[in-house]
């Protein structure tokens, strides 16, 4: 895989960057470029994992409001078909699709926006955790727990919100119709600031975790959709938010999610200090990839 090309794109409201790492030596004879997309992570989430593709043409991108990609707009928030249409505009900037798209957590989510909005763009989709609430068996309570999250950012700050944020992501199990009396938990217990820096621009508790999860996939234009689509969870997953929004998201599909190595970031290899299994992920990636031709 050769060094990574950066551009940038103006779209309505944004300027997004994304990246191009052409292969390079011992390439298969499938050329369709492989799209790695994650929200509200950036596209050096993805060096790890690219790194295992390297006779794979690799796209990764920046989403709106995220480091290198700014918004000029003035929103506070962004929806799943706001990303999507980024999806789409990069694909066509490339001059890429069809493409191969692994999306993961709220890069599922768009993804499969835009599967729905533009099946010609994508010949596979791999969607890891998409978390919408909607489509979990305890959807009001989930959706008020996210809210909360969201209102405790937007009054408290980072530290609080990105307590619960945590508490929420790796509960096992269902939330039950009285989670308002549960404790909240300290921001200290994750080592998170206490105090309020007064900023209120993160990309997850304040751009997309709403968008993110109450958005409803389009089921019908999914299924009918010419996109091969598969629903992925992490072995270590099991239970949690994510995860059972997968199982969710699959059975609006009528198929169940295909296991993959690891947990929510299992394709990580230390980058944002968290460990997956890297190596392992790529290899299901690319058996799953192959599955399509």
């Known amino acids: 895989m050769t060094a990574a090309e950066t551009r940038t794109l103006s779209v309505g409201g944004a300027t997004l960057t994304y990246d191009i790492r052409r292969a390079a030596g011992n390439r298969t004879d499938d050329d369709t470029v492989l799209f790695l997309v994650g929200s509200p992570m950036d596209a050096s989430g993805f060096t790890s994992l690219a790194s295992h593709f390297p006779d794979r043409t690799v796209l990764t991108y920046d989403p709106r409001g995220v480091s290198r990609s700014t918004r000029d707009d003035g929103a506070a928030e962004s929806t799943p078909r706001e990303h999507a249409e980024d999806l789409r505009s990069v694909i066509e900037a490339v001059g890429a699709g069809p493409v191969d ?61 990105m307590a619960k944020f945590i508490a929420v992501t790796s509960r096992k199990g269902p939330f039950t119709a009285d989670w308002a009396n549960e404790p909240a938990p300290s921001p200290t217990d994750f080592g998170l600031p206490a105090e309020d820096d007064g900023g209120r621009d993160d990309p997850l508790l304040g751009q997309n975790i709403r968008g993110c999860t109450t958005f409803t996939p389009d089921f019908d234009a999914l299924r009918a959709a010419p996109t091969r689509i598969v629903i992925a969870a992490g072995q270590e997953s099991e239970g949690e938010f994510a995860a059972r929004a997968a199982a969710g998201v699959a059975a609006g599909l009528g198929s169940t999610p295909t296991v993959f190595p690891s947990h929510h970031g299992g394709f990580l290899g230390g980058e944002f200090g968290q460990q997956g299994a890297p190596e392992e992920f790529a290899k299901t990636l690319r058996h799953v990839l192959e599955e399509s031709r």
């Open 101 to 161: 798209t692994f999306a993961s957590s709220g890069g599922a989510v768009n993804a499969l926006a835009l599967v729905a909005d533009s099946p010609g763009l994508v010949r596979t989709l791999v969607a890891h955790e998409p978390p919408t609430a909607q489509v979990l068996p305890d959807r009001e309570a989930a959706l008020a727990v996210c809210a909360d999250i969201h209102a405790t950012y937007l009054r408290d700050g980072v530290g609080p919100a």
